[in-house]
């Protein structure tokens, strides 16, 4: 794979994920504008590529920016609605990839 090949793929990913992070502040009913949501998946994503620190960086990242960005207070508001994004990511990538992983 190149670079811009990855780049695409990061792409997409912040913008399924932000639109997951939109749907989890309509869910909790908190305040915040879907370039706030856009601007956390991108900056996340990002971080998430940093080997073995990337994942958990990731997730506090998202929640201090939310609460930042948002009006989303740290619990329950901006940790429900990563796990809510999380919870989308998880069934997106299923119903792209199907229920066995791959595509043939």
Do not use: Q
Not at 2 to 22: I, N, Q
Not at 53 to 76: D, E, I
Not at 83 to 96: D, N
């Amino acid at each position: 794979m190149d670079l811009p090949h990855y780049a695409l793929v990061l792409l997409a990913a912040s913008l399924t994920r932000s639109l997951f992070l939109w749907i989890g502040l309509k869910v909790m009913e908190t305040y915040g504008s879907y370039p706030n949501c856009l601007a956390v998946a991108v900056l996340a994503d990002l971080i998430g590529l940093v080997p073995y620190v990337g994942l958990p960086a990731k997730y506090l990242v998202m929640v201090f920016l939310l609460s930042r960005w948002t009006r989303a207070h740290v619990w329950p508001h901006a940790v429900v609605i990563v796990l809510i994004s999380e919870a989308g990511m998880y069934l997106f990538h299923w119903l792209v990839r199907g229920p066995f992983g791959s595509f043939p």
